[in-house]
Each structure stands twice: as structure tokens, then as C-alpha cells.
């Protein structure tokens, strides 16, 4: 029986993600170095993270890294770092995941969304102006599913207002825009080493990346309890200190990240190219002078939940990021926002869905799931 006549049941799996596959590639390598971590006896704030902190830097440009225990306790520190204290507002896109505004929530500010650019999902500097007040400290530029914000229109627009920006590079380590890294373009780049992540720890963990040299040492006072001393406590702090298990797996896998990178951008290619000018598919865009990292490969379609039931009862994995978009959240009912307040968020979070998209992702694989998008929109 050909694959075209099975039944859905039998296709085989094409997972939106596949870790198991990275683990069997690299496996004895993250062994040897766990190994080595075990052997020294050192698990907190000792050489592997140090070391990692480096390489981070001068991955993205930047003159420090300050590891901590989440992509969260990031974006959280990062804040402080940058003097956003209770009662201050920080702009936000509502196009995102909920630690982004929920970091902002944490140390008692008040998230202010700006909607985003329909082409890109981030956002939108055009939107800045008119979310302003005498109250905004920062703004969040976002770099979703691997591509940078326009960052030029948001710095001056941030220099102009005497306002910090703040990049959350979650998702987008590996990134360039117009030339430069993402994680060198503000004040301070939060990073997350979520293990889905492009570059995943086995565990939570993340960095913060700065070139101000104050900020770095404020950040790891604030990571450490506050501690400016042994045992002396200059401020409030928070206990998010990236453990070397953690570090030594990620300089393992940071090795391979350029390898990484170029695959996912090849695949993106192959599934571009073969959903070009399918009707109602939008593919990712990368603008002149962007490298997108392409942690996730997005396109728009409107009968989006359709098609990925469509995917599921062919054994085609796929994942939405993300469905309900943060103005419109329970947690932020408050805040007296409803539907078509930014209509830019809302449409995105209708019709966008996140094909399989890893490294190990093989030619055929993605044939089939762009063949499978392709049958769903013509039939």
C-alpha cells in the first residue's frame, strides 16, 4: 500500500520537534562533559559558567554575559539592572510569551503594549509614540521565532524619550540584523537556554548579555542574593544562579550551534521554495540585511486550527506561538483592554502555525509537510 492510500494512522511521524535525534548526534560528548562537572565538584558559579558567560558575549558582540537560573529571572533582572522599579511602565509587544510582560508584572511595573508589524510579528515602532507616558522607563523589543525587531526606528525613538531598551532574545540567539548580532543592539538581551530553545540546556537556564560594565556587576550582585560581599547584602536579590551542569552541557552544544543554524536556514529555504505561491500561505519573512535563526518556521493561514488538525491526522507535529496574545490574557483583564485594540496581535494569533522545524530534519520529511500544507489549502 502506498504511503497516499494509508491510512492517517500509519504515516510515519514528522515531529515539530525532535531532541531525541541532537541527543543521539552528541550524546557522549554532553556525557564527558557532565562527567567532568561531577568529577571537579563544582556546581555553582564556577568555571563552565564563567567560561559560557564568555562565549555568549562574543557570540552576540556584547562585552558580558551574566548567567542566571531562566530566561525569566532574565528578563526580570535585566529590568532591574536598568532601573525599572514598581509603578513604572514598560512597553511591550502583546505578541508574545507571558514571561515577557510577566517579568514586567514581577517587579510591581505595569506592562503598556504596542502592537506589532503583520510581516515580521515583532514591533512595531510606529506604535511607539502614541504608548508613551511621563511613567515608561523601557521597552521590550522582542526577536520572535529567530528574526531581529527592527531595532534602528526603536533606539532612536528610545533615545529620544530617554528610555532603556531592553532585547528579549529568547528566541533569536544566533540572529543579525543589518549587520550585527542580536543581544549587542540595546542596554541588555536576555537570552533563554530553554531545552527547546535553538541553543537548549537540559534544564531551565538563561543570561543576560550587556556592554555596560555597571550593569554587568550590578546583575550579579542582584543574581546572588544581593550579596556585594560574602555574606553582605548590598540590596534585594533573587537566588538565579546557572549551575555547571547546565553551563557544560550548553558549551557542548554552543560548538554546534553554527552547524545548527545553517541547517535550519537551509530548511526554511526547502520549505519556502516549495510553498512558494501556494494561495493563502504567507512563509516567513527576512528582510535585506536580517538573518533570521529560525527557531521556528511560521506561516499565516486563516483557517489555521483546520489545517493543523489536518497535520495531526497525518502525523505531521506542529505547535501555535502563540493563540491568545497578552492584552487579551486573564491575568491582564484588568487592564481594560478587548478584542481589536491591536488587531495587528490578534490576526497573528489566528492564523499563525509553527511547522517542524530542527536540525536533524531530513529533505523528505520536509516534502511531506509542505506537500501536506499544500493539499490542505488546494483541495
Not at 103 to 120: E, H, N, Q
Request: with cysteine; net charge negative.
Amino acid at each position: 500500500m502506498s504511503e497516499q492510500t494509508q491510512a492517517p494512522s500509519a504515516f510515519r511521524a514528522v515531529p515539530q520537534l525532535d531532541l531525541a535525534a541532537q541527543y543521539a548526534a552528541i550524546g557522549g560528548e554532553i556525557r564527558a562533559a557532565i562527567e567532568k562537572v561531577l568529577a571537579s565538584q563544582q556546581f555553582i558559579l564556577g568555571l563552565e559558567g564563567a567560561a559560557l558567560e564568555a562565549e555568549i558575549a562574543s557570540l552576540c558582540g556584547a562585552a558580558h554575559g551574566v548567567g542566571v537560573a531562566s530566561g525569566t529571572d532574565a528578563l526580570i533582572l535585566a529590568l532591574r539592572a536598568c532601573g525599572v522599579c514598581a509603578g513604572d511602565e514598560v512597553i511591550i509587544p502583546p505578541f508574545t510569551f507571558v514571561a515577557t510582560a510577566s517579568a514586567v508584572s514581577a517587579i510591581g511595573a505595569k506592562p503598556v503594549f504596542a502592537d506589532i508589524r503583520p510581516d515580521t510579528y515583532n514591533i512595531d515602532p510606529s506604535d511607539l509614540p502614541r504608548r508613551v507616558t511621563r511613567k515608561t522607563k523601557a521597552i521590550f523589543a522582542v526577536h520572535l521565532y529567530g528574526l531581529s525587531a527592527d531595532m534602528d526606528p526603536i533606539l532612536e525613538f528610545a533615545r529620544a524619550n530617554d528610555l532603556r531598551v531592553i532585547e528579549d532574545n529568547a528566541q533569536s540567539l544566533g540572529a543579525i540584523y543589518k549587520g550585527r548580532h542580536t543581544g549587542s543592539l540595546s542596554d541588555a538581551a536576555c537570552i533563554s537556554f530553554y531545552p527547546t530553545k535553538n541553543l537548549g540546556a537540559y534544564g531551565d537556564a538563561g543570561m543576560i548579555v550587556t556592554n555596560s560594565s555597571e550593569s554587568a556587576a550590578r546583575l550579579r550582585t542582584l543574581r546572588n542574593h544581593g550579596q556585594s560581599g560574602k555574606y553582605v547584602s548590598s540590596e534585594a536579590g533573587w537566588n538565579s544562579r546557572l549551575d555547571e551542569i547546565q553551563a557544560a552541557i550548553l558549551r557542548v552544544k554552543l560548538r554546534h550551534l553554527p552547524e545548527w543554524q545553517r541547517a535550519r536556514q537551509a530548511h526554511a529555504g526547502a520549505y519556502s521554495k516549495l510553498l512558494l505561491g501556494v494561495p493563502g500561505i504567507a512563509p516567513p519573512l527576512v528582510p535585506e540585511n536580517y538573518e533570521h535563526a529560525f527557531h521556528q518556521y511560521t506561516i499565516r493561514v486563516e483557517q489555521r486550527d483546520a489545517l493543523q488538525q489536518f497535520l495531526n491526522e497525518r502525523n505531521i507535529g506542529s505547535a501555535v506561538y502563540y493563540p491568545v496574545p497578552l492584552h487579551l490574557q486573564p491575568l491582564y483583564g484588568l487592564l481594560g483592554h478587548k478584542a481589536g485594540d491591536f488587531p495587528h496581535a490578534e490576526h497573528a494569533a489566528n492564523e499563525v502555525i509553527s511547522l517542524p522545524m530542527y536540525p536533524e530534519l531530513r529533505s523528505e520529511q520536509i516534502a511531506r509537510v509542505a506537500e501536506a500544507v499544500t493539499e490542505f489549502v488546494t483541495k
